[in-house]
């Protein structure tokens, strides 16, 4: 028997489906990749992730990790040093795209 948490879970994952259809459908979603893109590297994100990749790979050795690994231990990091200015602008960015959007 579904309880109201699933019903919740199930609109939650329907409206993501809904809102991630119209970023494509409009080109917003392309668009704010490549402003994330823009802002990791100005403020040196990419570089300090290049860097961590080459110190987990120089740790673990090249012969005992996979990219899977590789992504699996960057990850976590990785996102925390994404400054919370960039996160910002992101999210506002998406705020304002989904006020324009009357039909969602």
């Given at each position: 028997?579904?309880?109201?948490?699933?019903?919740?879970?199930?609109?939650?994952?329907?409206?993501?489906?809904?809102?991630?259809?119209?970023?494509?459908?409009?080109?917003?979603?392309?668009?704010?990749?490549?402003?994330?893109?823009?802002?990791?590297?100005?403020?040196?994100?990419?570089?300090?992730?290049?860097?961590?990749?080459?110190?987990?790979?120089?740790?673990?050795?090249?012969?005992?990790?996979?990219?899977?690994?590789?992504v699996?231990?960057?990850?976590?990091?990785g996102?925390?040093?994404?400054?919370?200015n960039?996160?910002?602008?992101?999210?506002?960015?998406?705020?304002?795209?989904?006020?324009?959007?009357?039909?969602?």
């Amino acid at each position: 028997m579904a309880g109201i948490g699933d019903d919740r879970k199930i609109k939650d994952a329907q409206m993501r489906a809904t809102i991630n259809q119209k970023l494509v459908e409009t080109g917003e979603r392309e668009r704010l990749k490549e402003l994330l893109r823009t802002r990791l590297v100005e403020c040196g994100w990419r570089d300090q992730l290049k860097q961590y990749c080459k110190e987990v790979v120089k740790q673990k050795g090249l012969e005992h990790i996979t990219v899977d690994d590789l992504v699996a231990e960057i990850t976590p990091k990785g996102r925390s040093l994404v400054p919370d200015n960039v996160k910002r602008e992101l999210l506002q960015r998406i705020r304002t795209f989904l006020a324009q959007q009357s039909n969602i």
